[in-house]
């Protein structure tokens, strides 16, 4: 009987080893395969890309342009000129060219030389004023090239007697100080210079939807039939355990250190808030950057309290050589160099676990090499330290971010949401309470008005560190966390940034972020959960809208009506906001035609100059424009294909971390997931603001995707623990899919 059992023991485990090592072969297979998979997919993405853009590139047809110069010696600067009511703009700021190309006068002369009926203008008028000298480069498009010099001389001529007409209405005398600098030059055709910039986006475009493709699809080889099943993985619901740990949130200040911590932050902040001293916040930071070596959630909360909290502005420690070193670089580098020496010094392994899973450090990687590349072009083209310092100072807070919070809160999913809903609810407290109680060390923006369709409303914009957190926060409110019988708890701490994020008046900001928090309800409703958030979204808004608009909460309450109004009936695309943008998007682009590659770098011009009226030289001064709200144009022009082909790579990299958590149940990772989505909204809202490459949005983004990272280590870690202990189980025919795609 011995000797049977001893053979038939024998037996079992050949049969178990052979079978494991058939799961394992077969998963390496599945490996190379998929592999091989995502790499076609991306060849036959980025070749449908570059043929839809060679054929974009053709359907653009001929456009012929020839240029000349004026020269303005002077220009009224009284603050009450005619010269800037007509500008039609606010604060005294004056649209490129807007004087030329608005005028009557200079579009018939054009008409004129063309040939073409009065008012029917075959081409159009573009100006743009020289940075640095009082030069007006006017250039006439056409299709055609026949006529464009006559007709560039007949506007440049119109163009001097319009600028004449009205310097003289300006300023009660005729005065000529308009003269034509040089006269229309030689037609070029513009389309041709456009090729290589269609090509480049057309390649990126493709080879990341073709990534994206070969993600969602999960293409690899079918397994075969093997003997072992690995276990099910439905039992274990993340959501609920994360939830109960929130639950447990007065077990977080049991430790007396953790109550003195949140304590003297508080009081750190409240002290910054109240005097405007930035002592408070130094000896936070040092006491931040104290308790790395410790604890590494020390510097990454420091990080976020800093970074997107409720202090706002940069606030300068140290200069050392011709560096500045800012209290939230001062936390940062403390955090990196402390994980550095945790890494290497004292040896501590590299996350791992049984599973293997998809990781974003690659990306990050590729991410800090686009910064270098961005920054070597930019030193190649003139570009001084100061000018190119601030852009790889913000943008190298995303990795940074990334892995001090991936080191740091690693297996404490829940007191990293803990922090940031903290963090965030305190920050927007006073954020609106700073108004009240002139807190102007807390007050980002200083803008103080806000156009709606014709009207100009005198309110305080409130703009913030915090605000880019909310942008992710409330979808993971709204997609997991507040759910069961404590909801009301988690909405209640949400009211200070629904408040916060009303009183910004961004409408770019509200739009992407509401229908991201509808699409949120089908993490756990489906169809059914995401028409039942529409529908009370619709009613609520429409009452809450009615009852702002009829005055009863105030002026401001009515203004922040007329403004959701106008996103909701499109009121808002007439107005010059959108002109502006699409202006800026069309001065890039110019740009990009003679460098798409590389860019331009860091802290080299982005395209188009802007005019402003300064008082202290009572003139119009031209300066390069300093920003542009199309942040994904911003991102070509600083790093060029490489910041693109990483950003391209982060995104597709949380496309198949999604999917993976899509394959484990929506209603089990509803968080992660909202996380995914929120980082969507936050990309959204990048398109027609200036948010998105910004110190506290890398920040933000980079703990989101540790976040998710971690969550998705968590679920692995329990599958491949499960699995060890269901080894010597039940014999299955199929291994489960859901464990298998872990492997």
């Not at 009284?78 to 006068?105: P, R, W």
């Not at 990196?336 to 890494?343: E, P």
């Not at 993971?476 to 909801?487: D, P």
Request: positive net charge; glycine residues 10%.
């Amino acid at each position: 009987m011995r000797c049977c059992r001893r053979s038939a023991s024998t037996v079992s485990d050949q049969l178990m080893t052979a079978s494991v090592a058939g799961v394992r072969a077969a998963a390496e297979g599945s490996t190379v395969d998929r592999k091989s998979g995502k790499l076609r997919w991306m060849a036959a993405g980025l070749l449908a890309g570059l043929a839809i853009a060679a054929l974009l590139w053709g359907a653009r047809g001929p456009e012929w342009t020839s240029s000349g110069s004026l020269l303005m010696s002077g220009i009224p600067g009284t603050a009450g000129s005619g010269l800037i009511e007509l500008s039609g703009e606010v604060d005294q700021i004056i649209a490129t060219g807007a004087l030329i190309t608005e005028s009557d006068a200079v579009s018939d002369a054009a008409d004129g030389a063309l040939g073409s009926p009065r008012g029917t203008l075959r081409g159009r008028i573009t100006a743009d004023v020289r940075s640095g000298a009082m030069v007006i480069d006017v250039t006439v498009h056409g299709a055609q090239r026949g006529g464009l010099v006559k007709a560039t001389n007949a506007v440049l001529r119109a163009a001097q007697q319009e600028l004449q007409r009205l310097q003289a209405s300006a300023e009660g005398e005729q005065a000529n100080r308009v003269g034509v600098l040089s006269t229309a030059g030689r037609p070029v055709d513009q389309r041709a210079q456009f090729l290589g910039f269609y090509l480049t986006l057309g390649a990126v475009i493709g080879g990341s939807l073709g990534a994206f493709a070969a993600v969602l699809l999960n293409l690899r080889r079918k397994w075969p039939r093997v003997t072992i099943s690995l276990p099910r993985y439905t039992r274990w619901d993340m959501d609920a355990e994360i939830r109960a740990a929130l639950a447990q949130w007065r077990h977080a200040f049991s430790r007396r250190d953790i109550r003195l911590a949140v304590a003297g932050t508080v009081i750190m902040v409240l002290a910054h808030a109240v005097t405007g001293s930035k002592l408070p916040l130094v000896v936070l930071a040092l006491v931040a950057a104290g308790g790395a070596l410790r604890d590494l959630r020390w510097p990454a909360v420091g990080m976020l309290v800093l970074g997107a909290g409720a202090p706002s502005g940069r606030i300068d420690l140290i200069k050392v050589g011709p560096l500045t070193l800012s209290i939230l670089d001062f936390v940062v580098l403390s955090g990196i160099g402390a994980l550095i020496f945790q890494r290497m010094r004292l040896r501590l392994p590299a996350h791992s676990g049984a599973a293997r899973i998809q990781s974003f450090v690659p990306a990050m990687v590729a991410f800090l090499a686009a910064v270098l590349s961005g920054l070597l072009v930019g030193f190649a083209a003139g570009a001084t330290q100061t000018e190119y310092a601030e852009p790889v100072r913000v943008l190298v807070l995303l990795p940074a971010a990334f892995f001090l919070f991936r080191s740091a809160f690693t297996g404490r999913t829940a007191q990293l949401v803990l922090a940031l809903l903290a963090n965030a609810a305190f920050a927007s407290v006073l954020a609106v309470l700073a108004v009240p109680l002139g807190w102007t060390a807390l007050l980002a923006d200083e803008r103080d008005s806000v156009i709606t369709g014709t009207t100009s409303a005198d309110v305080l914009r409130l703009f913030n560190p915090v605000l880019p957190t909310w942008s992710v926060l409330l979808v993971i409110l709204a997609g997991g966390v507040a759910a069961g019988s404590h909801r009301w708890v988690w909405w209640l701490v949400a009211i200070p940034g629904i408040v916060h994020v009303a009183l910004s008046f961004n409408r770019s900001t509200w739009v992407p972020l509401i229908l991201t928090v509808i699409l949120a309800a089908g993490l756990r409703g489906g169809m059914r959960g995401i028409a039942r958030r529409a529908a009370v979204t619709v009613v609520v808004g429409s009452l809450g809208v009615a009852l702002a608009l009829s005055g009863t909460f105030g002026s401001a309450a009515s203004d922040l009506g007329a403004r959701a109004l106008s996103a909701v009936t499109g009121s808002a695309t007439s107005e010059d906001s959108l002109s502006l943008r699409l202006q800026e998007n069309a001065d890039a682009v110019s740009t990009l035609k003679n460098s798409p590659l590389l860019g331009v770098g860091m802290g080299e011009p982005m395209g188009g100059t802007v005019a402003e009226y300064d008082s202290v030289q009572n003139a119009i001064v031209v300066k390069d424009r300093p920003f542009i709200h199309n942040q994904y144009l911003r991102l070509w022009l600083l790093m060029g294909v490489p910041g693109l082909v990483a950003f391209a790579w982060i995104l597709v990299r949380l496309g198949g971390m999604v999917r993976e958590f899509v394959s484990f149940g929506t209603r089990k990772t509803a968080v992660p997931i909202a996380v995914a989505l929120g980082i969507g909204c936050t990309g959204a809202q990048g398109v027609f603001q200036t948010n998105l490459i910004d110190g506290a949005t890398m920040i933000i983004m980079g703990v989101s995707l540790a976040l998710i990272e971690i969550c998705l280590r968590q679920c692995s870690g329990r599958a491949a623990s499960a699995t060890k202990e269901r080894h010597n189980g039940t014999l299955k025919e199929r291994p489960d899919r859901r464990a298998r795609g872990l492997a």
